[in-house]
């Protein structure tokens, strides 16, 4: 059971390691945390993997247990239960919510990511529940059943962005949901907002048989590219299982990663709010940062991981924060959490107020060459270790303030940058590189694989 407790989750095999004894335990469980809170209801949703049903329905059971009253909602994304817990109808008074969803992970996983009294569990507090389960698995009924009420809250949502949302122009856009859980809802709120929609995979199926859900890979944007060259669109919108990550591509098929969106967006906040903090992480291009201090914000560099950036946004204030991963976060005009259908809808406002295309806005920017993500297999027990002694070498052989250790190591040298660091979710260490040309990306990458081979000669630099 402890491999099911991870950074940002509980996730794991459906069928095998959330079992039914498993996820009434880990309801019980976040009663005692909901009602210490001072909530006594909390809402669940559901994407669409087959195995949705059962973990939500038997996770309202072990909440029930706890005294505390569960809403299961109609299958969709992640984004709506936020949504639900944050902008409670009076009947129903909560901050608490419980997203059953795999994310983009295969079909046979599934997990829980969890809202209580309006804070997100990451970290210590997941580490902790883990030890509160156990203890309840103990106490498991024999029988685990019970009838809770359904809720669809899908119009307020719609109506909430369609309040907040003004798109000037009829913008046509192809939307790919890869049969993940933001399909119908994303469509019908993009045409609320006036927009020509051409779904493309937006029939919710649990097995995605037509490609996997994760919009930040290139192979999982082809389809969306080809259909978008072919109609004509102004762009394409992707998003992962649970429509908490968006993936966006031009007119001509070019891909709009994470941290170009941030500057899209960023663009219109700042003309609105001189100087405002915008947010992003230690694996976005340097051209974002020098991008956002040229326009005047206050750029920060912050720690990978939607719950750490969804965190820094609230103590700081910020209008804006988002992760080359996709996770978008909007405190200006909208709640603070991640959420791709509403990223989507910003993205249309903006384009339908410029006399600009997205290509256009792509080459006024100052160009760089990097690499993708970059993952090397490293076991769990060695890989913070790993870059812990990597990145006390680097202090010694570079200094400060050229090596940055807010998360890993990210290192400015030969006029661009590297960074290592350990994958909070898997048994990987990351490492991404950039530079004004190829030769110094080279210089880049070699320097990092020979102080890295002095670290661990099984860990090397592919």
């Not at 402890?2 to 794991?12: H, L």
């Not at 903006?350 to 993500?373: C, M, V, W, Y």
């Not at 090596?403 to 990987?428: C, E, F, M, Y």
Request: hydrophobic share 40%; charged share 25%; aromatic share 8%.
């Amino acid at each position: 059971m402890n491999g099911i407790f991870r950074e940002y989750d509980v996730r794991g095999l459906a069928e095998t390691e959330l079992t039914t004894p498993v996820c009434w335990a880990l309801g019980r469980a976040l009663a005692d945390r909901v009602r210490a809170s001072g909530d006594t209801n909390i809402y669940i949703g559901r994407d669409v993997r087959l195995s949705s049903p059962r973990l939500s329905q038997v996770l309202a059971v072990g909440l029930k247990a706890g005294g505390v009253n569960a809403r299961i909602h109609v299958a969709g994304p992640t984004p709506l239960l936020y949504f639900c817990a944050h902008e409670a109808v009076p009947d129903f008074p909560t901050q608490s919510g419980v997203m059953v969803t795999g994310s983009h992970n295969p079909p046979e996983y599934n997990g829980f990511k969890m809202v209580i009294g309006g804070k997100t569990l990451f970290g210590s507090d997941i580490q902790q529940l883990k030890g509160e389960v156990q203890a309840y698995l103990s106490k498991v009924p024999e029988k685990i059943e019970g009838a809770f009420d359904g809720v669809d809250r899908l119009e307020d949502y719609i109506d909430y962005l369609r309040r907040g949302i003004q798109i000037k122009r009829r913008i046509k856009v192809v939307v790919d949901a890869g049969n993940g859980a933001a399909g119908p809802l994303a469509v019908d709120t993009y045409r609320a907002l006036g927009c020509e929609v051409i779904p493309l995979f937006c029939e919710p199926d649990g097995r995605f048989p037509n490609h996997h859900p994760d919009p930040t890979v290139p192979k999982n944007l082809e389809h969306l590219i080809a259909r978008v060259r072919e109609t004509g669109a102004e762009l394409g919108i992707g998003f992962d299982g649970d429509g908490d990550r968006i993936g966006a591509v031009t007119a001509t098929g070019q891909i709009l990663f994470g941290d170009h969106l941030v500057l899209y967006f960023a663009r219109d906040i700042l003309d609105e709010v001189p100087g405002a903090t915008i947010i992003s992480e230690v694996k976005s291009s340097q051209v974002l940062y020098d991008t956002l201090a040229k326009w005047g914000a206050n750029g920060i560099l912050w720690k990978t991981g939607h719950s750490l950036i969804k965190a820094k946004l609230k103590e700081t204030g910020a209008m804006l924060a988002g992760e080359m991963s996709g996770h978008i976060f909007f405190a200006h005009r909208f709640l603070g959490f991640d959420d791709a259908i509403y990223a989507g809808a910003r993205l249309m406002e903006g384009l339908s107020k410029r006399d600009e295309t997205l290509d256009a806005f792509l080459a006024s920017l100052p160009q760089a060459i990097n690499t993708p993500e970059i993952r090397v297999d490293c076991p769990d027990q060695k890989k913070f270790s790993v870059v812990e002694r990597f990145t006390s070498l680097a202090k010694e052989k570079w200094g400060l303030p050229a090596v940055n250790d807010i998360d890993g190591a990210r290192i400015k040298i030969h006029g661009g940058w590297g960074l290592l660091r350990a994958s909070n979710t898997q048994p990987v260490l990351v490492l991404r590189f950039e530079a004004p040309n190829e030769a110094a990306l080279k210089l880049i990458r070699d320097d990092f694989a020979g102080l890295l081979g002095t670290v661990d000669v099984d860990v090397r630099v592919p």
